[in-house]
T-cell receptor, first 114, second 109 residues
């Protein structure tokens, strides 16, 4: 089973350009999340979606937008990238009807903004 | 905001035991998770505690004390492949996960 896939694996982007990071899961999980991971800071929540058609802001949402048109896909868009958005981005999903609502992570996208 | 503290680094010898402590102060509590993350890879789920006490899963055990805002992850019979970062994460009253910065464990032969 694929679980969660992310694309691209890595990307170098010029400041001011836009980019969409893709995330797809095949586990039929209702909830999906986007995190960024920076050295010394741990994982920080950017945006989340509890179910298709709904989204919410996390701890660090500025400069990012998301959409959840269906259960499987949860793209993250940077409208105008800045160097401080250089990071590793992880998508995660969970089944919030489960007892523990454990989040499972994709392989990540390493983004460098120059 | 949430405050989750864990040591930055730990080193241990192959075959030994290591205990990684995590203390937290969050707005509400709905469970504590431990994840393992090898360099350049995604975090993978290790354990979940929502009630006080010890949860054992093979060589790994996790303990929780809600009254003390404290958890630990115990790794027994350390193997070289256990060299990784270990992330403590707390689910708050809004059911959102907050992560500590992670503890890098280095296992030496």
């Amino acid at each position: 089973t694929a679980g969660i896939t992310q694309a691209p694996t890595s990307q170098i982007l010029a400041a001011g350009r836009s980019m969409t990071l893709r995330c797809t899961q095949d586990m039929r999980h209702n909830a999906m999340y986007w995190y960024r991971q920076d050295l010394g800071l741990g994982l920080r929540l950017i945006h989340y979606s509890n179910t298709a058609g709904t989204t919410g802001k996390g701890e660090v949402p500025d400069g990012y937008s998301v959409s959840r048109a269906n259960t499987d896909d949860f793209p993250l868009t940077l409208a105008s990238a800045v160097p401080s958005q250089t990071s590793v981005y992880f998508c995660a999903s969970s089944d919030s009807s489960g007892a523990s609502d454990t989040q499972y992570f994709g392989p990540g996208t390493r983004l460098t903004v120059l | 905001g949430q405050n989750i503290d864990q040591p930055t680094e730990m080193t241990a010898t192959e075959g030994a035991i290591v205990q990684i402590n995590c203390t937290y102060q969050t707005s509400g509590f709905n469970g504590l998770f431990w994840y393992q993350q090898h360099a350049g890879e995604a975090p993978t789920f290790l354990s979940y505690n929502v009630l006080d006490g010890l949860e054992e899963k093979g060589r790994f055990s996790s303990f929780l004390s809600r009254s003390k805002g404290y958890s630990y992850l115990l790794l027994k019979e350390l193997q070289m492949k256990d060299s990784a970062s270990y992330l403590c994460a707390v689910r708050d009253g809004d059911y959102k996960l907050s992560f500590g910065a992670g503890t890098t464990v280095t296992v030496r032969a």
